[in-house]
């Protein structure tokens, strides 16, 4: 495909969380009980056209051959699960026989109903596209190890989750985040649904304009200023490489059955077999560092906390950077598992992990950088319509902003672009009596400069 190798790369990591979930989590310290699950929320952006969604269902299809995989199962299961169902039936409809004939005879009918009835079977779920959040709180109480919501166009699941009225959904997917959390669903219509620990994977893609606009209202603050954004710690926008050759040759079969047996191998992993310990307290199988990664992980986190408290960085990149207290001991833990290690966690695991973390946080300085930055992008997407002749004297702001053009689709945003068109004279602004409030109406270049 020749798309930048972040359009594979952030998937598969989400990926591979995903198949993880809650099998096995770690704990980053000596002695606590400080616990990270290794789900992860993850976003590639790109211009249209650049790939991202070819390349981010190549890597889940290891993902769906699995779900397939366990649809089949369950179908299998559900069959023995119908026929034992009869059986049931029949038990029962003798117990009744029974019973009748024992009150006539004036004998005990105790026991004779302690009829085990068979549990219906489920099929394991990876992956969840489009659903409304009850749905999704749904499949995750039948899988206890956490699913991946995949939402091709991520900006628009985000903006819906900053209505008021999906409150309780945002709430939600704040908490599934930390895969450690309960959550309970109460409905007056639906019976009580308990979720022991909801752990939610997240991967989407986006555009650089969309997130320009999303990431300048989350740092402005208001309902997108709560840390959802700051949740996705693998975001990445790379560039697009200008070179292109035609490139017509068999898939290499080698490389891709060596990546669908790392997801097999995460599928069925035994956290016993590779050296997890389980607490009195915690039910949850964990690993932790040996010696020598902890001492790197402890260097790092000093470091971390030293430069979250430092007062230096933007409120939303602060808050940004301190969900690596997540990502960090997460990525040691996916790629010890991966490298097939057993026992405690190796120095290179984490070394691995802070290369990626600091690649990591260059992108995301990118993504924020493009956020305080939405006021320029917007200006200069209203001097195209302008030079284009979309615009004509007098034109307001709301007018603009209706057209729905690239960049200026936020009306906050199209409000900010003008205010700087203004200070740069390229726009006059004037004031028209409506006998309410003053309609503001805008002229093109005022002092007639080419």
Known sequence: MQCPPDFVGIPAVVSLG?????????????????????????????????????????????????????????????????????????????????????????????????????????????????????????????????????????????????REEYAATRGFFLTAWNGTDG???????????????????????????????????????????????????????????????????????????????????????????????VDDFDGLPFLRFDDAAQEVFAGWRNDLEHRLRAGELHPALESHLSKYRKLVPSLALVNHLADHGEGPIAEAAILRALAFAQYLESHARRAYGAGTEAESAAAMAILFRIRNGDLKDGFTARELWRNQWTGLTDLDAVKAGIELLVDLAWLDQTEAKTGGRPLVKYDINPRGEP
Do not use: H
């Open 183 to 277: 959550y309970t669903f109460d409905r007056i219509i639906r019976c009580k649904t308990r979720i022991e620990a909801a752990c939610l994977s997240l991967l989407g893609s986006t555009q650089p304009g969309r997130i320009a606009e999303y990431m300048r209202r989350a740092i402005a603050g208001g309902a997108a200023d709560d840390g959802l954004i700051q949740r996705f710690s693998l975001i990445s926008w790379p560039d697009q490489s200008p070179e292109w050759r035609d490139v017509d040759r068999w898939p290499d079969s080698e490389a891709r059955r060596a990546a669908w047996d790392a997801f097999g191998s995460f599928d069925s992993l035994d956290p016993m077999r590779v050296g997890a310990q």
């Open 18 to 162: 995903a198949a993880l979930g809650r099998k096995i989590a770690i704990r980053p310290q000596r002695s606590t009980d400080w616990t990270e699950v290794p789900n992860f929320w993850g976003c590639i952006i790109g211009r249209p056209g650049a790939l991202k969604s070819p390349a981010m269902r190549q890597v889940i299809k290891p993902l769906q051959r699995l779900e397939a995989q366990a649809e089949k199962q369950a179908e299998s299961a559900m069959q023995k699960y119908a026929a034992d169902l009869e059986l049931v039936k029949f038990r029962k409809d003798e117990a009744k026989k029974k019973a009748k004939d024992a009150l006539k005879k004036g004998l005990s009918t105790e026991g004779l109903f302690n009829i085990e009835e068979p549990e219906q079977p489920t099929s394991r779920r990876y992956i969840t596209n489009d659903t409304s959040y009850e749905s999704l709180g749904e499949i995750l109480a039948a899988n206890p190890y956490g699913v991946l919501a995949f939402r091709d166009e991520l900006v628009s699941l985000l903006k819906t989750l900053d």
